[in-house]
């Protein structure tokens, strides 16, 4: 049963920086992909970031480019996501996601993580 359980979530002031982790357990693979969404408050979940396995690219959503840094460890099979300049529009739940290609591709999710930023 493959768990991500995140971390680091919290309330911080604009203009401050908050990192997130997402460790991955119970998998015989290394994961593929691993990735951030966020959900704000009446809003539909949104791409945020994502690390790619293949390669070791990464993409960002506009709004986040040149404030958040997703990066991993891959002996951990740990995300993290370093978010700097935060402003109120980034409060939100930040999920963790993890994908698998074998066969199928195969998503895992994080329970969330609340990040509160006030004015």
């Known amino acids: 049963q493959v768990q991500l359980v995140e971390s680091g979530g919290g309330l911080v002031q604009a203009g401050g920086s908050l990192r997130l982790s997402c460790a991955a357990s119970g998998s015989s693979f290394s994961m593929d992909d691993m990735g951030w969404y966020r959900q704000a408050p009446g809003k539909e979940r949104e791409f945020v970031a994502v690390a790619r396995g293949n390669d070791g690219s990464t993409n960002y959503a506009d709004s986040v480019k040149g404030r958040f840094t997703i990066s991993r460890d891959y002996a951990k099979n740990t995300a993290y996501l370093q978010m700097n300049n935060l402003k109120p529009e980034d409060t939100a739940i930040y999920y963790c996601?993890?994908?698998?290609?074998?066969?199928?591709?195969?998503?895992?999710w994080g329970q969330g993580t609340q990040v509160t930023v006030s004015s």
């Open positions: 996601n993890a994908r698998l290609r074998l066969n199928r591709i195969i998503d895992y």
